[in-house]
Structure formats: structure tokens, C-alpha cells
Nanobody, 120 residues
Framework: QVQLVESGGGLVQPGGSLRLSCAASGSIFRVFRVYDLGWYRQAPGKQRELVAFIASTGSTNYVDSVKGRFTISRDNAKNTVDLQMNSLKPEDTAVYYC???????????WGQGTQVTVSS
């Protein structure tokens, strides 16, 4: 059994910052380093979108709307992946989900999501 548990969401004013964290546990524990990790978000009435991605190699990629504002990082020793979000905008409001994927092992895991609300 694998669990991904997100934390760090909440209400923040425009221009503020939040740091999301996702902790993995279970059978992924010893192979976390070979997983590609991502943060997705889904706003009401919209499709889920990939916000930030960090490969097992450490390379990163971001959706254009968050480039320069969000930073994804991973700690393979702690089995965690974080998303530092700065200069938040109302349009960043969504439920944010953590994902761990390994195509070779045909495994794909999701967290339960954490709400981020950017509002004055």
C-alpha cells in the first residue's frame, strides 16, 4: 500500500506565499528516488493540470503560468516532494494534488489533495 499525503494548503492573500509538502509512505519507501513526481491542480469547473514536475533525474518543468513563481523540489532521503509557491494570484486557487509515477513499474499514485485559496 502506498500513501501520498499533502499538507501546507490554506488561505493566503494575493502576493503571499505557501509551501506545499507531500510525504510518501508504504511500499514506495525504498524506490521513491526512481519515481517522477508532480504537482497538479484542479480549479472548480476546470480540468486538472500539471503545474510542476520533477523527474527522478532531478530535472524540472513548469506550466508557463507559474514559471518564476513556483519551485518544485524533492528529498529522496525523506521521501518528500515540496512546492514553494510565491507571488500567489487569485487564479492559483485550486485543489493541489501530489503525484508519483513510474512508467517502467506501471505505477501511478495520487494524494488526496490540499486546498489553496488566494483571496483578499
Amino acid at each position: 500500500q502506498v500513501q501520498l499525503v499533502e499538507s501546507g494548503g490554506g488561505l493566503v492573500q494575493p502576493g503571499g506565499s505557501l509551501r506545499l509538502s507531500c510525504a510518501a509512505s508504504g511500499s514506495i519507501f525504498r524506490v521513491f528516488r526512481v519515481y517522477d513526481l508532480g504537482w497538479y491542480r484542479q480549479a472548480p469547473g476546470k480540468q486538472r493540470e500539471l503545474v510542476a514536475f520533477i523527474a527522478s533525474t532531478g530535472s524540472t518543468n513548469y506550466v508557463d503560468s507559474v514559471k518564476g513563481r513556483f519551485t518544485i523540489s524533492r528529498d529522496n532521503a525523506k521521501n518528500t516532494v515540496d512546492l514553494q509557491m510565491n507571488s500567489l494570484k487569485p487564479e492559483d486557487t485550486a485543489v493541489y494534488y501530489c503525484n508519483a509515477n513510474n512508467d517502467f513499474m506501471h505505477t501511478d499514485y495520487w494524494g488526496q489533495g490540499t486546498q489553496v485559496t488566494v483571496s483578499s
